[in-house]
């Protein structure tokens, strides 16, 4: 097994030829401040991202009454929102596919939930047999965090 300076050794002599050349260097070390700037994720999400690869296998008709597989910028959409989350925010979710091609993000300890498409989003609480929430709203990640956090509390 190769001690620490060993391999700092053999990064140095693989980088060596690179490092005259500022724009290059720049680059480097903006990979390596991304590397290093991913938070570690947890196991809920790893969970839903499995579900979600899952999900996207369905083929049209997938629920025998016509459901459209996923759409791919819905996707997009809810892996942009899974990034703005940490794993214990995550923890009491689930993921479903709607015939509509979209994504159902289930809030496990309520009747609630929050729907991804392309461009926007939509969510719903059911209480005392009321029902709450509102379409259509326009997608970003940071408004559907704001919305889970309302529905989790």
């Known amino acids: 097994m190769a ?4 391999l700092q050794e053999e990064l140095f002599r693989e980088i060596k030829p690179w490092l005259d050349s500022e ?31 899952d999900y996207q296998e369905y083929e049209y008709d997938w629920d025998g009454d016509g459901g459209l597989p996923l759409n791919a910028q819905a996707v997009k959409n809810f892996k ?23 994504l159902l993000f289930q809030y496990n300890k309520k009747k609630s939930g929050i729907n991804i498409g392309k461009g926007d989003f939509s969510y719903y609480e059911i209480a005392d047999g009321n029902v709450k929430g509102e379409n259509s709203l326009p997608f970003s990640p940071e408004k559907v965090v704001e919305c889970m956090k309302k529905i989790s509390k």
């Not at 001690?3 to 060993?6: A, I, K, R, S």
């Not at 680059?27 to 790893?46: D, H, N, Q």
């Not at 942009?80 to 015939?99: E, M, R, T, Y």
């Open 3 to 6: 001690t620490t300076v060993q």
């Open 80 to 102: 942009a929102v899974l990034k703005q989350c940490d794993d214990d925010s995550l923890a009491n979710w689930s993921i479903f596919p709607s015939a509509n091609g979209t």
């Open 23 to 53: 724009a290059i260097l720049r680059k480097i070390i903006a990979s390596v401040r991304e590397l290093v700037s991913v938070p570690s994720r947890g196991v809920f999400y790893t969970k839903l991202l499995e579900k979600l690869s």
